[in-house]
């Protein structure tokens, strides 16, 4: 395998993206971090502009990307990823998947690099089986308010497939679970921030549906290990990237009140149209063919991330019982 100097991440000032920025560089690569900022933050890579190896570009990849230089593995991470965002960025997430992924596939075909998509969870909708290995095709409601988000991400694995058949472009796909950790938004309606924030400022935990519905969540460090196992790899994938231990959403929230010392209460309020009722990856395939394993118990990954949620909310919304990172 050639020796990997250059990057590109596109979508790397998002949540996962900055975290991977930061990975790569301590690896020793240099970094083209591209993103738009309709959902990424500058807040997320501050600490990495300046960085001997770190470039920033601020660019739509709906439109052809722009010269970045000779580079060796491309990573599309470009997309609203939270029901908030890709509500309000309907038309967007579906470009971003559809011109935005072929756009990063061209970079990538032009250098002759190794090309990683991030996909989700998402393209196998409300699964009928559990866990759900990668030969599962799903049950997606292709004109349901989830939509936006599945089918941009099943058609972004669609041409991710045919440009590798079709133009021989060395690429892999990875399917990622549900991540959490630091720099996630606190208001855009992931559950793991919401309920944080919730539980922090004493308001109602608010579980959609009967609570019964099951999560399995992955520490973002240790998502961020899987996408960089897959671009070492030869894999094709798909591959799944996940904890494979599932919890209810109700024993999610009680545990992040019990963490934070809240007395919240918790309130149902009506479930989500198309909301999967279990999300649990069968990582079989990840364990064996590229020795990938989540290792951040779920206790330590919520610790950080309690603190990094009360650290970034207003002085004004005055956080209780905040846990010491």
């Known amino acids: 395998m050639k020796a990997v100097n250059r990057v590109l991440v596109t979508g790397g000032a998002g949540f996962v993206g900055s975290h991977l920025c930061e990975a790569l560089l301590v690896a020793g690569h240099e970094v083209v971090c591209l993103d738009n900022m309709c959902t990424g933050s500058r807040g997320n890579i501050d600490h990495l502009v300046g960085q001997p190896g770190f470039s920033f570009v601020h660019h739509d990849v709906t439109e052809p990307l722009p010269a970045v230089g000779a580079v060796d593995w491309v990573f599309a991470l470009a997309s609203a990823a939270s029901p908030v965002h890709y509500h309000r960025l309907a038309i967007e997430t579906l470009r971003a998947g559809a011109r935005g992924t072929e756009h990063a596939l061209q970079v990538a075909r032009d250098h002759h690099a ?15 089986v559990s866990p759900q290995p990668e030969d599962y095709w799903g049950r997606v409601n292709p004109v349901g308010p989830r939509s936006v988000y599945d089918e941009a991400k099943r058609f972004a694995e669609a041409i991710t497939a045919a440009y590798r058949r079709s133009l021989g472009v060395n690429t892999t796909i990875a399917r990622i679970f549900n991540t959490y950790g630091p720099r996630m938004q606190a208001d855009d309606g992931r559950m793991v921030p919401t309920f944080i924030r919730q539980a922090l400022t004493g308001q109602p935990i608010t579980i959609t549906g009967t609570g019964r519905q099951t999560r399995s969540l992955c520490y973002v460090t240790d998502t961020v290990a899987g996408l960089l196992a897959l671009a070492r790899s030869t894999e094709a994938g798909p591959v799944n990237l996940g904890n494979p231990v599932e919890e209810t959403v109700t024993e999610l929230a009680d545990r992040i009140r019990t963490m934070v010392g809240s007395e919240s209460p918790l309130q149902l309020i009506p479930a989500v149209t198309d909301d999967p009722q279990q999300r649990c990856p069968d990582i079989t395939l990840a364990r064996q063919q590229l020795g990938w394993r989540p290792l951040v118990p779920l206790e330590e990954g919520l610790r950080r991330t309690i603190a990094d949620v009360a650290a970034s909310m207003p002085r004004s919304e005055s956080p209780i019982g905040v846990l010491a990172p």
């Open 114 to 128: 190794r090309f990683v998509l991030a996909s989700t969870s998402e393209v196998y909708g409300d699964p009928e």
